[in-house]
Nanobody, 116 residues
Framework: QVQLVESGGGLVQAGGSLRLSCVASGTRFTLNAMAWYRQAPGKQREVVATITKGGGTNYADSVKGRFTISRDNAENTVYLQMNILKPEDTAVYYC??????????WGQGTQVTVSS
């Protein structure tokens, strides 16, 4: 069974940066699709960024130009570099991955809080 473990969340002031990491274990194969989602209090979970095994990326409009998703296929690890953070980026961030879609496996989530 594939397991995803996130790290790197925390408290940061507006304008600051954080880097999230997520390691996938339980498989010797490279997951095809990896992504980051987030869920703010009282809101639905939303996709932040996705990346394919070949490196193709997509971003939510709200984070374009500020966030960068990347991955290390050899380590089955995905990263999210978050710059110029805003209070509205405050949420629980979830790593997700799969063989066909990005939502087959989920991490436990890591809290990101941006203070104004």
């Amino acid at each position: 069974q594939v397991q995803l473990v996130e790290s790197g969340g925390g408290l940061v002031q507006a304008g600051g940066s954080l880097r999230l990491s997520c390691v996938a274990s339980g498989t010797r194969f490279t997951l095809n699709a990896m992504a980051w989602y987030r869920q703010a209090p009282g809101k639905q979970r939303e996709v932040v960024a996705t990346i394919t095994k070949g490196g193709g990326t997509n971003y939510a409009d709200s984070v374009k130009g500020r966030f960068t998703i990347s991955r290390d296929n050899a380590e089955n690890t995905v990263y999210l570099q978050m710059n110029i953070l805003k209070p509205e980026d405050t949420a629980v961030y979830y790593c997700a991955a799969g063989w066909v879609a990005t939502n087959e496996y989920w991490g436990q989530g890591t809290q990101v809080t941006v203070s104004s």
